[in-house]
């Protein structure tokens, strides 16, 4: 098994849309490249002040899914030029960013990024090294699983397709 790290707005969609994926093995919700001389939580990282983003963590089995087939579900349901914005979701935590913890992942990450980024002005999706991750609170795990109709910013049509992949 193999973790790579989704930055994409709120966390409780991104977490349901991209555990729809087959291939992926376990999600979790978390706060991710922010200050580390803390332990966040979710009301110091909605502060804004000190660099978080909610981000989960996907761990997936690359012989059934490799990761630039993640990577490109994962750009289905974000906005990669909306800087700190996704849906309703407005400041630094819902930036979106891409974020890993071994080498062979990195190449792949940045040349897809790289990629990505041709032709899109205002292109702000961050690539780059894990430099910390703290799971959130339990009540952010599987929220839409237990919560269906609770808010989220991507689409019933977005989930389907990426459950197609």
Same mark, same amino acid.
């Given at each position: 098994?193999? /973790?790579?790290?989704?930055?994409?707005?709120?966390?409780?969609?991104?977490? #349901?849309?991209?555990?729809?994926?087959?291939?992926?093995?376990?999600?979790?919700?978390?706060?991710?490249?922010?200050?580390?001389?803390?332990?966040?939580?979710?009301?110091?990282?909605?502060?804004? #002040?000190?660099?978080?983003?909610?981000?989960?963590?996907?761990?997936?089995?690359?012989?059934?899914?490799?990761?630039?087939?993640?990577? #490109?579900?994962?750009?289905?349901?974000?906005?990669?030029?909306?800087?700190?914005?996704?849906?309703?979701?407005?400041?630094?935590?819902?930036?979106?960013?891409?974020?890993?913890?071994?080498?062979?992942?990195?190449?792949?990450?940045?040349?897809?990024?790289?990629? #990505?980024?041709?032709?899109?002005?205002?292109?702000?999706?961050?690539?780059?090294?894990?430099?910390?991750?703290?799971?959130?609170?339990?009540?952010?795990?599987?929220?839409?699983?237990?919560?269906?109709?609770?808010?989220?910013?991507?689409?019933?049509?977005?989930? /389907? /397709?990426?459950?197609?992949?």
């Amino acid at each position: 098994m193999i /973790e790579i790290y989704f930055a994409g707005g709120c966390f409780w969609g991104v977490e #349901k849309a991209i555990s729809l994926i087959r291939g992926v093995v376990s999600t979790q919700c978390g706060y991710a490249n922010g200050d580390p001389h803390l332990i966040p939580d979710y009301l110091l990282v909605c502060s804004g #002040k000190f660099g978080y983003a909610e981000t989960v963590r996907v761990e997936y089995d690359p012989d059934m899914i490799p990761l630039e087939r993640l990577i #490109k579900g994962f750009f289905t349901i974000i906005d990669p030029c909306s800087l700190n914005k996704q849906g309703n979701d407005v400041g630094v935590q819902y930036r979106t960013g891409i974020y890993w913890t071994d080498e062979s992942s990195a190449d792949v990450v940045r040349r897809y990024v790289a990629e #990505k980024a041709v032709g899109l002005p205002g292109f702000c999706t961050e690539a780059e090294p894990l430099r910390n991750f703290t799971p959130a609170e339990d009540y952010h795990q599987g929220y839409l699983d237990r919560n269906p109709d609770g808010y989220c910013h991507i689409s019933v049509y977005e989930m /389907e /397709e990426l459950s197609r992949l």
